[in-house]
């Protein structure tokens, strides 16, 4: 663990139970929507984390907030020079570190209070959590996080219906961001945008990151936005890592198969270069019933007998770069 670090993971498991048929509905099961994951986020970083629905990045960003309860694994945060254990912390003395990880949802037209104006919607945080003195102090922080994140003044009086997506997503910015946090995760925020917008969005949120010294984890299932914001980019399938690399060498050299596929799928601008996206059989694999060895192999083109028999280990293959995959290096010489 480097001196860098805010949030480091270690085996962190997620199950829900699936309730069973008849009068008393005993447990028929559980869904691993994560399961056993290791992850170190350092201060002042954009973590991207990539991969198809379903398999189990929001419910990783939502662990590491507390708003869903882990089934086991540690999650350690580091604020202020403190060690703190969330997943030992109560619930009580857990609401005074919620200031400090913040939440970007994916829906900016459902995650606003259509009754409240946009004043009061920024100011919602301070006033939860009694952070200011007086209205006054709540006022000028609702005013100073609004302009940074290009919202006009006359705009505190509007409701949020009189928005466009882009706009009501800079107010659902300017929330998470008034109460001065540590740690935001972004859940897919710009996806519901177009895509001149998401550009806007994208860029607001690398400037508020230089200017408020802020660490994103970064949800998303468009490879293509995650190359313009993260600095390292994670690759989950079916509730475990793929891959680990800092972004631009994944992008260069993917290491894992599922990587690879994923990274085939982006459209090319260059028209002399040819667009062959690899087409992976099958659909992914159920997490209520997550396939024995390698969760990768029911759809994976060079699946041997080990890959279907053995869970491979999660293992360094170059100095920030980490794969899941037993034959990686001799896939590291297919094109």
Request: charged content about 25%; aromatic content about 6%; proline content about 6%.
């Amino acid at each position: 663990m480097s001196a860098d670090t805010l949030i480091k993971v270690e085996g962190l498991k997620v199950y829900f139970p699936i309730a069973g048929k008849g009068l008393f509905g005993g447990g028929a099961g559980e869904v691993r929507a994560v399961d056993d994951i290791n992850l170190e986020i350092k201060k002042g970083e954009t973590l991207g984390l990539v991969g198809e629905s379903g398999s189990g990045k929001t419910t990783v960003g939502r662990a590491l907030l507390r708003a869903v309860d882990a089934t086991g694994g540690t999650i350690r945060f580091w604020h202020q020079g403190e060690e703190i254990d969330l997943r030992a912390v109560g619930k009580r003395e857990m609401r005074g570190y919620r200031r400090y990880m913040q939440l970007i949802f994916q829906d900016p037209y459902a995650s606003l209070n259509p009754r409240m104006t946009v004043r009061d919607i920024i100011a919602e945080p301070l006033e939860a959590q009694g952070l200011c003195k007086s209205k006054k102090e709540v006022d000028e922080r609702v005013r100073a996080i609004a302009a940074r994140c290009k919202l006009n003044l006359e705009h505190l009086r509007r409701f949020p219906h009189a928005f466009s997506g882009g706009q009501r997503q800079r107010i659902c910015i300017a929330r998470a961001l008034v109460s001065n946090p540590d740690f935001v995760v972004c859940d897919e925020s710009v996806s519901a945008l177009d895509v001149s917008i998401q550009a806007e969005i994208l860029n607001l949120l690398a400037d508020l990151q230089k200017e408020l010294q802020l660490t994103y984890l970064f949800i998303a299932h468009d490879l293509s936005v995650v190359a313009h914001i993260a600095d390292r980019v994670a690759v989950m399938y079916v509730g475990q890592l793929m891959e680990l690399a800092p972004a631009k060498e994944l992008f260069a050299r993917p290491h894992h198969p599922y990587s690879k596929a994923l990274l085939s799928a982006i459209p090319r601008i260059d028209p002399d270069k040819s667009f062959k996206p690899q087409k992976l059989p099958g659909e992914i694999p159920n997490p209520a019933n997550v396939p024995t060895g390698c969760r990768f192999h029911t759809r994976c083109p060079h699946a041997r007998d080990r890959c279907r028999n053995e869970a491979p280990a999660w293992r360094r293959m170059g100095e920030e770069h980490y794969v899941a995959c037993h034959f990686a290096e001799e896939l590291l010489e297919t094109p």
